[in-house]
């Protein structure tokens, strides 16, 4: 009989629908595999959880299913989202069904998708469930539509006057202030327009986007371009799939005119701001262009990049050594280094790009330098996967709510499952890695390398080009040493071996943002924050766009995809505290619904 996927769905989720308007756990719970999963944002409760298997999911929901008083429930039937067969390659080809729905809950309006796949007996249940606010009544996100309605369709409105005064509260009132004008500050400020919360971002640097245009030349991103679209703002028809530098760094400055961003460049943060608990805002001294600014934000939103300061490690004789020693955040490009012979420390995506330029620009030697061993994937493999997550002729926004609906620790289980699959697929590019001496690893669990960036920014690299460098010998890799200590005239290493050197680059990435921002609030502030980035032993992202830990401060981190998604979870978090609908103390077990 052909698997007919609209019926699978409809039965299944008048089920759902039942045991969720009754709020019947055990009958929510039965609907799931004994090993489904539940990822939740917001709706059972004011956090983002993931949870596994039956037990633990029912555990969550028992005290917390029947106050979010869901009803309503209805199935999607929008293109990309309307109920569809699906093979999913991790389980062995296993066929499932997919499906959406909208829901109304206590909070606002909700949406959900899941996954559905026979269990032993040939019953569909959840393989995975995503459940989603996606606005609070009353209040929703201004969306396109509505935005270009409001400026054609109302006759003699001063737009222009209507934009000053939004500056003026803005620059005066801000509720939130976000600190950093990168991607995912600008993806803060884009969206807290939309939702009608004034935010003021400030960035210390001259220009937006001078974050990328200081580093080194030949840097592009790694993801393919519907990867790390904007918010709101996708790219040209004809914009190149991986972007250069430059062009992501103007891109991100025309980003904010056309977003309608208020953003105050070459500011900082003087002194430490006070946060005040009778009042619930923050003191704040903004340092810019040569005058001080006072402000009273509730919220202060640190955006200042995953990555934090420059890590060096600290080795004995740096002053002996007669050559030059930079941080490849610092590399500016190998032409003034032709000639020259360059030992780079890492072995990483920093590390093999920097040593690629230094072969082409006309190096008299590269050596990289690494400590164990490296993930290692090659650029077209994650590309393929990206291109089937983020399809061109799908809306992002459906994309994106498509990929949040898989928890990273459900992808961190199928993708130990079948690591083997993906030593096979890049042999080729491992035997010539193996051949230059490279030690490569598919992750410490084996989960591969896109949960390595999500687990510790680091420890990979995605290749292209770098094996061939490698395997002809224009790359050499010495592996399994340390730099212990510098000559005037090289390196020596922690095997007692040496090697001469004009110039040593540290590719050894950057310390956690979380330990940037101490200077910026002191000890006693960041002390009693969470751990920022990283997954938690739920796999969700730690310390990011939910409570600190501090009240009225929170990170941002991650990925253009990441901020895309998760700016809503913050946003909606920040705009039920102006309304008053939720109590916030700053820790994740402390925010308490107080609405009716």
């Known amino acids: 009989m052909a698997l007919d996927p609209h019926r699978v769905a409809s039965d299944w989720l008048a089920a759902c629908s039942s045991a969720l308007n009754r709020a019947e756990v055990d009958a929510v719970v039965q609907l799931f595999l004994p090993d489904g999963w539940l990822r939740d944002l917001l709706v059972f409760t004011w956090d983002v959880r993931s949870l596994a298997g039956r037990e633990k999911i029912a555990a969550y929901l028992a005290n917390t299913l029947s106050p979010a008083k869901i009803t309503e429930v209805k199935l999607n039937e929008i293109p990309g989202l309307a109920p569809g067969a699906i093979v999913i390659p991790q389980l062995s080809g296993a066929q499932a069904v997919e499906l959406a729905f909208t829901f109304e809950c206590r909070q606002g309006h909700g949406r ?23 606005d609070l009544r009353g209040h929703e996100e201004l969306s396109t539509l509505a935005l270009r309605d409001d400026v054609t369709g109302i006759p003699g409105r001063n737009m222009q006057q209507e934009w000053r005064n939004w500056v003026e509260e803005v620059e005066t009132k801000p509720y939130a202030l976000i600190i950093g004008a990168g991607q995912t500050g600008l993806h803060m400020a884009a969206r807290f327009k939309q939702m009608n919360i004034p935010a003021l971002v400030i960035e210390r640097n001259v ?8 580093r080194y030349p030949t840097l592009t991103l790694h993801t393919v371009k519907r990867h790390h ?5 996708p790219f040209p028809t004809n914009w190149p799939e991986y972007t250069p530098r430059d062009r992501i760094a103007d891109w991100l400055e025309l980003y904010v005119i056309m977003q309608d961003l208020v953003v105050w460049t070459s500011a900082e943060i003087k002194g430490h ?13 903004i340092f810019r262009e040569g005058f001080e600014v006072k402000l009273r934000p509730a919220h202060i939103v640190l955006a200042t990049g995953t990555l934090g300061e420059r890590n060096i490690p600290n080795v004995p004789d740096i002053d002996r050594f007669h050559g030059q020693v930079v941080h490849s955040q610092d590399y500016q490009g190998g032409a003034e ?4 012979h360059a030992v780079i420390v890492g072995a990483g995506n920093s590390s093999i790009d920097v040593c690629q330029d230094l072969v082409f620009q006309g190096a008299a030697s590269v050596t990289m330098i690494q400590r164990s061993s490296t993930c290692v994937m090659s650029r077209e493999y994650i590309a393929r996967r990206q291109r089937a997550t983020f399809l061109e002729d799908l809306p992002l926004e459906i994309s994106d709510f498509k990929w949040a609906s898989l928890p990273f620790g459900l992808l961190k289980k199928l993708n130990i499952a079948t690591q083997q699959a993906a030593w096979e697929e890049d042999k080729e590019l491992h035997d010539k890695l193996r051949k230059g001496g490279v030690k490569l690893n598919m992750g410490p669990e084996g989960e591969g390398l896109y949960l390595l960036v999500m687990e510790r920014g680091g420890g990979y690299w995605l290749d292209k080009g770098g094996a061939d460098l490698i395997e002809d010998g224009r790359i050499k890799v010495k592996n399994g040493v340390t730099v212990e200590k510098f000559t005037e005239n090289g390196v020596v290493f922690s095997d007692g071996s040496q090697l001469p050197a004009d110039v040593v680059i540290f590719a050894t990435g950057y310390t956690n943002m979380r330990e940037n ?9 960041i002390g009693m924050t969470d751990e920022v980035y990283g997954l938690d032993e739920e796999g969700e992202l730690r310390g990011s766009y939910r409570p600190s830990g501090y009240p009225g401060l929170w990170f941002a981190s991650g990925d253009f995809y990441i901020s895309r998604v998760m700016s809503k979870t913050l946003a909606l978090q920040l705009k ?16 308490q619904w107080s609405g009716p």
């Open 576 to 591: 039920a505290i102006q309304l008053g609908l939720l109590k916030h103390n700053g820790r994740r077990d402390g925010q």
């Open 337 to 340: 280094h032709a000639g020259k």
């Open 517 to 525: 921002n101490k200077e910026l609030f002191g000890e006693d502030v």
């Open 112 to 134: 959900a998708h899941a996954r559905l796949l026979k269990d032993a007996n040939g019953k569909y249940r959840a393989f995975s469930l995503l459940t989603e606010l996606s």
């Open 207 to 214: 220009r937006v986007g001078d974050i990328w245009r200081k």
């Open 273 to 285: 701001p006070k946060y005040s608990i009778e009042t619930k805002d923050w003191d704040v001294t």
């Open 229 to 233: 679209t904007l918010l709101y703002q």
